[in-house]
């Protein structure tokens, strides 16, 4: 079996920007530790569980940064924090945004900075649970922001969605001033909880910001099989067949373990670069059709059948301008949509995900089996 699981590790930085890059992590680490008098970095990852989290807390940790996994595992898939047990880095909290925290929580455990990724992610989840999804990514998402106010926190970044921008007109791109226009409950929650935070801002002791993101595709452990890039291959793979709505409409896509160093860097850097942000996070080179990425995954598997049906249920179609990352904070994903389609065959083929259907509901946003 030939893997590299992270072949590209290291932040793609332009040389002449190392300089620049280096002083203002430089600035930052000065700044956190006449705040926290040496202490150490503690990242509170909420829904760090997930498809995204765990590969966040995997990369923070390998840096030498202690992450706190807060979770409920909403969809039983509690085995995926195997990956993280021989880390010393990695602490595990089992819990439901939903409920209050003890009040000293983030004293007591040290927490200097928070993610919040927890959530019910994706259009077909929120829409199957409108009442939960009302609880979750709308209630407790802002309780929970509200409940790291006054508690010491550096820097709080809340993950966000560019699904936020649904349908814009051919030709245009949007940028982060663009107007936003969520056509699901999923992304309506997103849209809201920016707002608030952006509104409070007065009001919060940490520095927000707030990130975007790009539809994530590639290998992780706790794989997502109902991500448009990441299905169609194992769809391609498995059944030799793919059917796909609406080939072309566009969006962006980015490799979930480019994402774990975009975070990083978010912590790391000089909080001047990040304060009350809002960044759209990808690369402008990844923003495809979905008939793009049939054409990418046909390389790899030649006699593959597709059915092209126009008319889908699902009427996003955005490209995305992800130069603001880019300047400011020096990120570009050194993942393309390829590379991912040539990772996820490769482990597919070497049966990493062979119960990927016997599963099925590990491997994707499909079903809550802890309601409560
Ligand atoms: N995956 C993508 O393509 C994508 C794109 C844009 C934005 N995002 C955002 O990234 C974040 C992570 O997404 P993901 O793909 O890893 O999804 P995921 O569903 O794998 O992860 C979400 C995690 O939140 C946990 N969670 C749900 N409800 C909870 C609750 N009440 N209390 C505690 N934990 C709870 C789940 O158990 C899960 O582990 C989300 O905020 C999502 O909106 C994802």
């Given at each position: 079996m030939e893997y590299n699981l992270d072949f590209k590790t290291s932040l793609y930085i332009m040389h002449n920007e190392d300089t620049e890059v280096s002083q203002s992590i430089e600035i930052e680490t000065q700044r956190f530790k006449e705040i926290f008098k040496g202490n150490p970095r503690v990242v509170l990852l909420a829904g760090g569980g997930g498809y995204i989290g765990l590969c966040i807390a995997n990369?923070?940790?390998?840096?030498?940064?202690?992450?706190?996994?807060?979770?409920?595992?909403?969809?039983?898939?509690?085995?995926?924090?195997?990956?993280?047990?021989?880390?010393?880095?990695?602490?595990?909290?089992?819990?439901?945004?939903?409920?209050?925290?003890?009040?000293?929580?983030?004293?007591?455990?040290?927490?200097?900075?928070?993610?919040?990724?927890?959530?019910?992610?994706?259009?077909?989840?929120?829409?199957?649970?409108?009442?939960?999804?009302?609880?979750?990514?709308?209630?407790?998402?802002?309780?929970?922001?509200?409940?790291?106010?006054?508690?010491?926190?550096?820097?709080?970044?809340?993950?966000?969605?560019?699904?936020?921008?649904?349908?814009?007109?051919?030709?245009?791109?949007?940028?982060?001033?663009?107007?936003?226009?969520?056509?699901?409950?999923?992304?309506?929650?997103?849209?809201?909880?920016?707002?608030?935070?952006?509104?409070?801002?007065?009001?919060?002791?940490?520095?927000?910001?707030?990130?975007?993101?790009?539809?994530?595709?590639?290998?992780?452990?706790?794989?997502?099989?109902?991500?448009?890039?990441?299905?169609?291959?194992?769809?391609?793979?498995?059944?030799?067949?793919?059917?796909?709505?609406?080939?072309?409409?566009?969006?962006?896509?980015?490799?979930?373990?480019?994402?774990?160093h975009l975070i990083e860097r978010v912590l790391i850097m000089e909080i001047k670069k990040t304060d009350y942000q809002i960044f759209n996070a990808g690369g402008d080179s990844n923003n495809l059709t979905k008939r793009n990425i049939v054409d990418l995954i046909q390389k790899y598997i030649p006699n593959l059948t597709v059915k092209y049906v126009d008319g889908g249920t699902d009427p996003r179609n955005y490209i995305v301008d992800f130069s603001k990352v880019k300047k400011v904070l020096f990120f570009e994903p050194s993942w393309s949509v390829n590379d991912g389609i040539k990772e996820l065959i490769n482990f597919l083929e070497n049966g990493l995900y062979n119960d990927v259907e016997i599963d099925k509901n590990f491997y994707g946003n499909y079903q809550i089996i802890n309601e409560q």
């Open positions: 990369t923070l940790a390998s840096k030498g940064i202690k992450v706190l996994i807060m979770d409920n595992f909403i969809y039983n898939h509690g085995k995926s924090l195997l990956s993280s047990l021989l880390n010393k880095n990695i602490k595990f909290f089992q819990h439901d945004l939903r409920d209050e925290l003890e009040v000293d929580f983030f004293k007591k455990n040290n927490i200097t900075d928070v993610v919040v990724l927890a959530g019910l992610v994706g259009d077909p989840i929120t829409k199957k649970y409108p009442e939960l999804s009302d609880d979750i990514n709308n209630k407790a998402i802002k309780g929970f922001i509200n409940s790291a106010n006054g508690q010491g926190i550096n820097k709080l970044i809340f993950i966000s969605t560019c699904s936020n921008y649904g349908l814009i007109k051919d030709g245009e791109k949007a940028d982060e001033n663009f107007e936003l226009n969520p056509l699901s409950l999923y992304a309506q929650d997103k849209v809201n909880n920016e707002k608030y935070i952006i509104d409070n801002r007065n009001k919060f002791d940490f520095s927000a910001t707030i990130l975007r993101f790009a539809t994530a595709f590639g290998a992780a452990p706790r794989m997502r099989f109902d991500l448009t890039v990441n299905e169609f291959i194992r769809d391609a793979y498995i059944k030799n067949f793919l059917e796909v709505y609406d080939a072309d409409t566009w969006r962006p896509y980015c490799h979930v373990r480019d994402f774990a």
